[in-house]
């Protein structure tokens, strides 16, 4: 059986509505609290939900309350990053934010750092990194120089992978979004008063192609945190997939509109495959326990790119996202030894890097398809070696919780091998056998 998920939006998506109605749908809130813990930013914030209702419906309402904003003052309920849209979804209330430099780096340090489970983090990232590189569209910057009001302050990190964690606790295997609602209006941002939908939430609907339309409400429908949740972790836009509904959340806004101003969760289950051209995991063997997932592959081959061209492309498709990517020499058309490129990314990634594609070779069309893959569960730990401190990650099998693999992160060991002035495998390999001999000694 598949879990699937729907986030239903008649009155907009922000982060706080997607973690209050994960809560309601029945994600135990000591379990997320315990997760965020690991960030390392318990001084700075409190998590609290709450029943509330909005136009006689009862709901859950989160709330972030910063503990020790570093000059992040907010008088609303819905929390997002400040640079695109200050305003909170629906609360009327401005935001304004001179918080300190946390640039997107700094935030997937945190991320990466923290002992989340793999997929919960995987998912984190991807969403601040769709925020970044919206924001950083936007103001005409690169990604890396977005800086933390544009990226997001405290409450936007919670709302983000508390929701990330969420899904992960409820096994949430395929993800459905309804369309969006575009509100009206303007909001006042870091950088002055802003048209709704604010610049980066545009960016983030219009990199995936999200369908929209207006319901004649006014003011701040979607935040940028909620549009980034929501083009990050959708396969897809559009009605509920079919599905054996099984539980429900709703998670409120921060303001009574003229609708019931929530976010639906629909939580259910089918046994076939969502996406139709890929095969489904129900019908293999019983004893397989792997975990699966859906990926994008993208090909096109090329009879005229130069090497550095290659070279080029590889670094910004891997920026983008990309899971994998590889080219092999084939023989075109009039006998012409040509290139073909093959891109391997998660569905969410596509729109990006068939970009970059198009942008960057000389194709003039793109062959896609969606496959599903067995994948193993992993692990970051971090090894103290001689040299220094090296990231090792974990492959396991997700029965036996066996080690089926161990490879000590490249980066690390360049830079100590750089460090020390010795051969890059003598790290590698020191790391490798320090690990092996911890684990016949029961270290782990």
Not at 70 to 94: L, M, V, Y
Not at 220 to 229: F, K, N, R, S
Not at 312 to 337: C, E, H, I, N
Not at 390 to 403: G, N
């Amino acid at each position: 059986m598949k879990i699937l998920a729907y986030l239903d939006c008649p009155s907009g998506i922000a982060g706080d509505m997607c973690l209050a109605a994960l809560v309601d749908a029945g994600v135990p809130l000591d379990y997320l609290q315990a997760q965020l813990a690991t960030l390392g930013l318990n001084d700075e914030f409190t998590l609290t939900v709450t029943p509330t209702h909005r136009q006689g419906l009862r709901a859950l309402h989160a709330e972030v309350t910063l503990t020790s904003p570093p000059q992040d003052h907010r008088t609303g309920n819905h929390h997002h990053p400040p640079a695109a849209a200050e305003q909170d979804q629906g609360s009327g209330a401005a935001i304004a934010s001179t918080a300190a430099s946390r640039n997107l780096p700094a935030i997937e340090q945190l991320i990466t750092q923290a002992t989340l489970p793999d997929r919960a983090q995987r998912w984190s990232l991807a969403v601040f990194r769709r925020l970044a590189e919206a924001e950083a569209a936007v103001h005409g910057i690169a990604v890396d120089q977005v800086h933390f009001h544009e990226v997001g302050a405290t409450d936007a990190i919670v709302d983000i992978v508390g929701t990330c964690l969420g899904l992960d606790y409820l096994g949430v295997d395929h993800l459905v979004c309804s369309p969006l609602p575009t509100g009206r209006g303007k909001v006042r941002a870091a950088h002055g008063w802003l048209p709704v939908p604010a610049p980066a939430v545009l960016k983030l609907l219009e990199q995936r192609q999200v369908p929209i339309y207006s319901n004649g409400l006014n003011g701040e429908l979607v935040t940028p945190t909620g549009a980034a949740i929501a083009t990050a972790l959708a396969d897809s836009f559009g009605d509920p997939p079919t599905m054996t509904l099984r539980s429900t959340g709703l998670g409120a806004g921060g303001k009574d509109l003229p609708v019931a101003n929530v976010l639906r969760l629909w939580i259910g289950e089918t046994a076939a495959t969502p996406d139709s051209t890929a095969v489904s995991p129900a019908s293999a063997p019983a004893a397989i326990a792997y975990e699966s997932d859906t990926v994008t592959l993208l090909e096109t081959q090329v009879d005229d790119l130069l090497p550095q061209a290659v070279g080029y492309l590889y670094d910004r498709l891997l920026a983008a996202g990309a899971l994998d990517l590889f080219t092999q020499p084939v023989a075109m058309k009039k006998s012409r030894p040509g290139l073909l490129i093959t891109v391997l990314c998660r569905p969410a990634d596509e729109p990006h890097c068939t970009d970059i594609l198009f942008a960057e070779t000389s194709t003039l069309g793109i062959r896609r398809q969606s496959q599903q893959r067995w994948v193993l569960p992993r692990r970051i730990e971090t090894l103290e070696t001689p040299y220094g401190s090296v990231a090792l990650k974990l492959a396991y099998h997700p029965r036996t919780q066996a080690v089926l693999n161990v490879h000590p992160e490249y980066e690390d060991c360049a830079a100590l091998a750089r460090r020390a002035s010795i051969p890059w495998q003598t790290v590698h390999q020191t790391a490798l056998s320090l690990w092996y001999q911890q684990q016949s000694e029961g270290a782990y």
